[in-house]
């Protein structure tokens, strides 16, 4: 199991995705369902960040949400429900 950290331009991020990294393997296993995505509220250096963590073939990626998303990176379920 590959654990992928993406979007990282800060230290602070990055121990944000270890952290929900680590919670999200203790709640799924090393193989979870495919195509989950899971958000996590990590409290580091006394700043809460957000983590989306989404489950892969072979591999869980964590991504930091600290910036806006555009629509097209939205989830399909999420962008179809808002129509």
Do not use: W
């Not at 979007?7 to 799924?28: I, V, Y």
């Amino acid at each position: 199991m590959k654990l992928i950290i993406r979007d990282t331009k800060s230290p602070r991020g990055r121990r944000a995705c270890l952290a929900a990294l680590a919670e999200h393997q203790f709640k799924f296993g090393n193989y979870g369902h495919e195509r989950v995505c899971t958000n996590y509220r990590v409290e580091v250096d006394g700043m809460i960040v957000t983590v989306e963590v989404v489950n892969r073939y072979a591999s869980y990626v964590a991504t930091v949400r600290d910036g806006f998303r555009r629509l097209r990176n939205l989830p399909a379920q999420a962008f179809m429900g808002a129509l």
